[in-house]
């Protein structure tokens, strides 16, 4: 099997940034991933990501959404994202887990992914934007909690 970028970032978060109180250095991280196995190219993807998310979140800010706006999502993105994860991005942002800010950084992430996302992409994406994110403690619990769930349900 063929390890996606996706995969490397689930892997990192569950195995290495977790429970560490701060990520540590790249260097150190690309060679935890390829002690772990993980080609070199999908490691670069990988840590660019993480990179791109982090300033991403730095220049992102609040936005002035009133309650009747609404989200179109341009042909690239319906191409990628299919109906279940516009939903649940819809469903995350209406119990406010996400703001629009956060939306937008998360729809960013996804697309450079490069490749189609589902709901499940989606959690994980929403997950990692949401960690360690000062204030947003309460929703990256929600949302911990709501891919958790789901995981326990599909084990048994």
Do not use: C
Not at 59 to 78: C, K, W, Y
Not at 94 to 103: E, M, Y
Not at 114 to 142: C, H, M, Y
């Amino acid at each position: 099997m063929n390890p996606t970028v996706l995969d490397v970032l689930l892997y990192l978060f569950e195995q290495h940034l977790e429970d560490a109180e701060e990520s540590p250095p790249r260097p150190i991280l690309e060679e935890l991933l390829r002690d772990s196995g993980f080609p070199p190219l999908i490691i670069t993807q990988a840590l660019d990501w993480l990179e791109a998310l982090a300033h991403e979140q730095q220049r992102s800010s609040p936005l002035a959404i009133t309650g009747s706006s609404h989200r179109v999502f341009a042909e690239f993105e319906l191409a990628r994202l299919n109906a279940e994860a516009r939903g649940f991005l819809l469903h995350l942002e209406q119990i406010g887990v996400l703001d629009p800010a956060q939306r937008e950084v998360v729809i960013e992430r996804l697309m450079a992914l490069d490749e189609g996302s589902g709901i499940e992409e989606v959690k994980w994406v929403v997950l990692l934007t949401l960690f360690r994110q000062p204030g947003q403690e309460a929703a990256f619990a929600r949302m911990e909690d709501m891919l958790y769930a789901d995981l326990e349900l599909t084990a048994h």
